[in-house]
């Protein structure tokens, strides 16, 4: 895995088990991609995760899980999309202006602004 990924990787299964996603019997399967470019990973599908395994809104951080199949989709997202309809509006638009994913960076901010310690840390530039 590249440093990008496994930032991805790290702050994505942190966040998920800061919410109650128990990973004891799970299985890494693929990154969930953005179809920006680069296609760079901002999220984890696992197979076997326990536990929650349904959307957990927070003012920061929101963990959204979903799954099909089997099949546990994983990502952080960096407001409630709950909270007020503009806000994880205001994430996606961010990001298709300047046409990349959500950064592990952020991510690592907003899990850290929760409590919640992923392991990763970024140089701010």
Known sequence: ??????????NTAAGAASVGVNFSNAKFDHFYRSDKPGNLPYGIYVTGARGKTERRHAAIGSV??????????????????????????????FNKKHNRPTHPGDVTRQLTARGVSSGVSCKQN
Do not use: C
């Open 1 to 10: 895995m590249s440093t990008y990924e496994r930032a991805v990787f790290l």
């Open 64 to 93: 959204e899980l979903d799954t099909k199949k089997g099949i546990t989709q994983i990502d952080v997202d960096l407001f409630n999309p709950f909270d007020h309809p503009f806000k994880h509006r205001s994430e996606g638009k």
